[in-house]
T-cell receptor
Framework: GAGVSQSPSNKVTEKGKDVELRCDPI?????LYWYRQRLGQGLEFLIY????????KSGLPSDRFSAERTGESVSTLTIQRTQQEDSAVYLC?????????????FGPGTRLTVL | GQNIDQPTEMTATEGAIVQINCTYQ??????LFWYQQHAGEAPTFLSY????GLEEKGRFSSFLSRSKGYSYLLLKELQMKDSASYLC??????????FGPGTRLSVLP
């Protein structure tokens, strides 16, 4: 594809439900990031994948959050037992790690609303 | 710890020049990035600095001083479409990116 895609674009769920967010990175990009952005705030790093290496999960806020990536393709971010504080835009980005400036290309995001 | 500071909001006039400052304290440094984010949209890459000095790209320039933990983004000949949030981000170590809170710039006619 031409860019990073994410689905769904919007998700409304009830407190306590599980949600799964999907990210399709740019083909050939070995690095993939997940960020959370609350309304009016900056990006909060969640997790980073690089090829077949163990992911950097240092930004995940609780054990309700998990993410997977198959090889260098699609990634899913799962939030279990959602809470109202999880409401935010979840952004995915991919990059070519071999490139020095390592520009991240962002997807359009998934806007999650927990009622 | 990791900390990046930027002014929360700035206002400037169309055609003017504006400088957005960013200071950082991170455990390691491997490059500083500026991103532009229009309301409701994803961030887009503007510039990258890893060595001290000024990088110029059209109407946009970015400066870095590693010894001072300081960067700025300079926007010249402001246009209405430049109204957006500007995010400063540091690649602290490995591929760990730390983003600042962003500066919301409003360009007035």
């Amino acid at each position: 594809g031409a860019g990073v895609s994410q689905s769904p674009s919007n998700k409304v769920t009830e407190k306590g439900k599980d949600v799964e967010l999907r990210c399709d990175p740019i083909s050939g990009h070995t690095a993939l990031y997940w960020y959370r952005q609350r309304l009016g705030q900056g990006l909060e790093f969640l997790i980073y994948f690089q090829g077949n290496s163990a992911p950097d999960k240092s930004g995940l806020p609780s054990d309700r959050f998990s993410a997977e990536r198959t090889g260098e393709s699609v990634s899913t971010l799962t939030i279990q037992r959602t809470q109202q504080e999880d409401s935010a835009v979840y952004l995915c980005a991919s990059s070519l790690v071999a490139v020095q400036n390592n520009e991240q290309f962002f997807g359009p995001g998934t806007r999650l609303t927990v009622l | 710890g990791q900390n990046i500071d930027q002014p929360t909001e700035m206002t400037a006039t169309e055609g003017a020049i504006v400088q957005i400052n960013c200071t950082y304290q991170t455990s390691g440094f491997n490059g500083l990035f500026w991103y532009q984010q229009h309301a409701g949209e994803a961030p887009t890459f503007l510039s990258y600095n890893v060595l001290d000095g000024l990088e110029e790209k059209g109407r946009f320039s970015s400066f870095l001083s590693r010894s001072k933990g300081y960067s700025y983004l300079l926007l010249k000949e402001l246009q209405m479409k430049d109204s957006a949030s500007y995010l400063c981000a540091v690649r602290a170590w490995g591929q760990n990116f730390v983003f600042g809170p962003g500066t919301r710039l409003s360009v007035l006619p």
